[in-house]
């Protein structure tokens, strides 16, 4: 079986030779492409593209390998070929490496490497393999490559150097990678990743355009946003004894809408370097069609409410959203997303209803009492929810955390309801607020691959 490999390092290809010996293993240098992504996939998949461009119709496969040191915050990581610049210099990264972790106690580290798959059809699959151990505090032995001298694999006392090449491919991260790519190439037929464990198959071309914007526009999490103004506008029947408009009431739950689609791309926008797994940075989606999408989201929400001749009062209010949102982008204080989450329940409070009489002034304290709690609820998730890109575990946490905040909405509806029996106007309000919860379960349910916190 022929194996186009995109790598120019010498080391590699005798190992994956010795690793796959069935195979006919043909070396080809991706010159010229810069190893730009923030994580090992990135950097696998743009090596294999650059040449399954020139071999459509056969397998390619591209490695990206490194080190990830725990006491450095999973440093060399990417950047382990030139960890102490450019060129790549093998005795000066080694140096550098020990340096760093002069005086460190805790020297765990693991070899990590990401296999990118281009197969005959051009489907793209990635897997992956690890090696867990620690870093010595010399180096020693003289085989392999790169940080060998300096790496101890968990269970031995000698450093890969040491080891022969057969024992180092048994346990390393390369050989475990290797092993699911000779079961997917195996006997040359289609690739079938169910005979593999952990095999990601890549979306983001062709196709599967549609879900890179689905998952910009986070769009599992947009039936939490609703809720807000619905129960901004509750407040009025309730509390000043006021109808509500549902022509006005769809309105402010549209620009709402758009107003938060705003600041998610906003979000990707100044995140485009630096967001692990979002499609920007994915090469899904140019950053020149996200700033579009931005602008047209906002000109989206200012068009619904010119449309609906939004009170006065919404205008201060939303022009205060946009810039907590632009703020929370640019400095990740979680306070300022709770701040956002406040003020849309606000724009709720003084849209709803454009008849400002006497009786407006007592909605003021249930409406600062709603605040608060939104603003406490979303602030603490957002503390919460940070680091949880590295922390699968958490990042399920958080996803349910953020669907809580359709429940809080709900039981706030529900309260007012049960406090308010007269008012016939809380019926629409909260059969919106349950389709906003059947619309979330099902879009859970229907697009687990969109799903972000
Ligand atoms: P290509 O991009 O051309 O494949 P490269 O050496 O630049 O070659 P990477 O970007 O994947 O490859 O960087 C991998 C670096 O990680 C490599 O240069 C070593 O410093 C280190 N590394 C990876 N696997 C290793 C191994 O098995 N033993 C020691 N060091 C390794």
Same mark, same amino acid.
């Given at each position: 079986?022929?194996?186009?490999?995109?790598?120019?390092?010498?080391?590699?290809?005798?190992?994956?030779?010795?690793?796959?010996?069935?195979?006919?293993?043909?070396?080809?240098?991706?010159?010229?492409? $810069?190893? @730009? +992504?923030?994580?090992?996939? &990135?950097? =696998? /998949?743009? #090596? *294999?593209? %650059? !040449?399954?461009?020139?071999?459509?119709?056969?397998?390619?496969?591209?490695?990206?390998?490194?080190?990830?040191?725990?006491?450095?915050?999973?440093?060399?990581?990417?950047?382990?070929?030139?960890?102490?610049?450019?060129?790549?210099?093998?005795?000066?990264?080694?140096?550098?490496?020990?340096?760093?972790?002069?005086?460190?106690?805790?020297?765990?580290?693991?070899?990590?490497?990401?296999?990118?798959?281009?197969?005959?059809?051009?489907?793209?699959?990635?897997?992956?393999?690890?090696?867990?151990?620690?870093?010595?505090?010399?180096?020693?032995?003289?085989?392999?490559?790169?940080?060998?001298?300096?790496?101890?694999?968990?269970?031995?006392?000698?450093?890969?150097?040491?080891?022969?090449?057969? $024992?180092? @491919? +048994?346990?390393?991260?390369? &050989?475990? =990678? /290797?092993? #699911? *790519?000779? %079961? !997917?190439?195996?006997?040359?037929?289609?690739?079938?990743?169910?005979?593999?464990?952990?095999?990601?198959?890549?979306?983001?071309?062709?196709?599967?355009?549609?879900?890179?914007?689905?998952?910009?526009?986070?769009?599992?999490?947009?039936?939490?946003?609703?809720?807000?103004?619905?129960?901004?506008?509750?407040?009025?029947?309730?509390?000043?004894?006021?109808?509500?408009?549902?022509?006005?009431?769809?309105?402010?739950?549209?620009?709402?809408?758009?107003?938060?689609?705003?600041?998610?791309?906003?979000?990707?926008?100044?995140?485009?370097?630096?967001?692990?797994?979002?499609?920007?940075?994915?090469?899904?989606?140019?950053?020149?069609?996200?700033?579009?999408?931005?602008?047209?989201?906002?000109?989206?929400?200012?068009?619904?409410?010119?449309?609906?001749?939004?009170?006065?009062?919404?205008?201060?209010?939303?022009?205060?959203?946009?810039?907590?949102?632009?703020?929370?982008?640019?400095?990740?204080?979680?306070?300022?997303?709770?701040?956002?989450?406040?003020?849309?329940?606000?724009?709720?409070?003084?849209?709803?209803?454009?008849?400002?009489?006497?009786?407006?002034?007592?909605?003021?304290?249930?409406?600062?009492?709603?605040?608060?709690?939104?603003?406490?609820?979303?602030?603490?998730?957002?503390?919460?929810?940070?680091?949880?890109?590295?922390?699968?575990?958490?990042?399920?946490?958080?996803?349910?955390?953020?669907?809580?905040?359709?429940?809080?909405?709900?039981?706030?509806?529900?309260?007012?309801?049960?406090?308010?029996?007269?008012?016939?106007?809380?019926?629409?309000?909260?059969?919106?607020?349950?389709?906003?919860?059947?619309?979330?379960?099902?879009?859970?349910?229907?697009?687990?691959?969109?799903?972000?916190?």
């Amino acid at each position: 079986m022929k194996l186009f490999v995109a790598t120019h390092n010498q080391h590699k290809i005798r190992e994956i030779s010795q690793i796959l010996p069935g195979f006919e293993i043909v070396p080809d240098d991706p010159e010229g492409v $810069e190893e @730009n +992504a923030p994580d090992f996939v &990135g950097n =696998a /998949l743009i #090596k *294999v593209r %650059a !040449i399954a461009e020139k071999h459509k119709g056969e397998w390619c496969m591209a490695d990206d390998s490194g080190l990830e040191v725990k006491a450095l915050g999973g440093a060399p990581g990417v950047h382990s070929a030139r960890y102490a610049g450019e060129p790549c210099n093998t005795p000066a990264n080694n140096a550098l490496l020990l340096k760093n972790l002069e005086g460190v106690k805790d020297r765990a580290a693991r070899f990590t490497c990401c296999c990118a798959l281009v197969d005959p059809s051009g489907e793209e699959l990635v897997v992956h393999g690890h090696c867990p151990g620690h870093i010595a505090e010399k180096a020693a032995g003289v085989e392999g490559f790169g940080y060998d001298p300096l790496f101890i694999p968990n269970g031995y006392d000698k450093s890969f150097a040491e080891l022969s090449a057969d $024992e180092k @491919n +048994a346990i390393s991260h390369r &050989g475990r =990678a /290797l092993e #699911k *790519v000779k %079961a !997917i190439v195996g006997d040359g037929s289609v690739a079938d990743g169910s005979r593999v464990e952990h095999v990601e198959r890549v979306e983001g071309k062709g196709g599967s355009r549609v879900l890179a914007w689905l998952k910009l526009f986070r769009v599992v999490n947009l039936p939490t946003v609703p809720g807000d103004v619905l129960v901004g506008a509750a407040l009025w029947p309730c509390f000043a004894g006021l109808g509500l408009s549902v022509s006005r009431t769809a309105a402010l739950v549209g620009a709402s809408v758009f107003l938060y689609l705003f600041g998610l791309v906003d979000n990707d926008i100044v995140g485009a370097k630096t967001d692990k797994g979002r499609p920007i940075p994915g090469g899904e989606i140019s950053i020149g069609a996200a700033r579009l999408a931005r602008f047209l989201c906002l000109a989206a929400a200012i068009g619904v409410a010119l449309g609906f001749g939004m009170p006065g009062l919404w205008w201060p209010m939303s022009f205060l959203l946009l810039v907590s949102v632009a703020l929370y982008n640019r400095t990740k204080w979680s306070f300022l997303m709770g701040v956002c989450r406040a003020l849309n329940l606000g724009c709720g409070v003084v849209a709803a209803n454009t008849v400002y009489s006497m009786d407006a002034a007592l909605l003021l304290e249930p409406a600062a009492v709603a605040c608060v709690i939104w603003l406490a609820y979303i602030w603490a998730v957002t503390w919460y929810s940070k680091g949880e890109e590295d922390d699968p575990e958490k990042k399920r946490r958080v996803g349910a955390l953020v669907g809580g905040i359709v429940y809080l909405q709900l039981t706030a509806l529900l309260v007012l309801s049960l406090m308010f029996p007269q008012v016939a106007a809380m019926r629409p309000l909260l059969i919106a607020g349950a389709v906003m919860l059947i619309l979330l379960r099902l879009f859970k349910t229907l697009l687990p691959k969109v799903s972000a916190s």
